[in-house]
């Protein structure tokens, strides 16, 4: 399973990246915002080259921002290989995909927390991240299908009460069941 979620998520991973990028572009054209240069200046620090003023190199900055789409993307592959598919599990991924990058940000001291940013910018970025997490999700359950249902998957074939279906739990759920 490793092996599999691996090329499949590093697939969906850079998939979720570029489908971003796009939808930044696009927002960028309709609302004028500048490219940000965070990606490169958070990798500049992780790795120690000199940041210079102003624009920073787009080769750094492709670099950080696929990247870390490509490795993220494992981790949502192997949540669809253990059977956690579809647009929950892709939610429960896009928290993820943010934290990572309030974590990174702000131990390099090139972010603030979110909290302190203006709402219009935090909407802005908790879209962008949203359309990675599901586009990344979309990609890496599709993969994953073709190899069947994930084990928990299974688990919830096989107990009486429990849905290997997606979608929202009937009201008359148990969760001790």
């Known amino acids: 399973m490793i092996k599999r979620a691996l090329w499949q998520g590093l697939l969906a991973g850079t998939a979720g990246g570029v489908v971003m990028t796009i939808g930044e572009k696009i927002e960028q054209a309709v609302t004028g915002r500048p490219d940000s240069h965070v990606p490169a200046r958070v990798l500049q620090r992780l790795i120690g080259l000199p940041e210079r003023p102003g624009p920073q190199p787009l080769p750094v900055n492709w670099a950080m921002h696929y990247g870390q789409a490509a490795l993220l993307g494992v981790l949502r592959s192997v949540m669809a290989q253990a059977g956690l598919r579809g647009p929950v599990a892709s ?3 896009a928290v993820v995909r943010l ?3 309030q974590i990174l940000e702000n131990a ?4 603030a927390p979110p909290q302190t940013w203006p709402r219009k910018e935090l909407v802005v970025d908790l879209l962008h991240k949203a359309v ?7 990609v890496a359950d599709a993969l994953a299908a073709r190899g069947g249902p994930g084990p928990g998957q299974r688990h919830a074939d096989a107990r009486p009460g429990r849905h ?3 979608g929202p739990l009937p009201r008359r759920h148990a969760y001790g069941a």
Do not use: L, R, W
């Not at 390099?108 to 972010?111: A, P, Q, Y």
């Open 91 to 93: 939610a429960k991924f």
């Open 99 to 101: 934290t990572n990058d």
């Open 108 to 111: 390099t001291g090139v972010g």
């Open 132 to 138: 990675y997490a599901f586009a990344t999700g979309a």
């Open 164 to 166: 290997a279906h997606v």
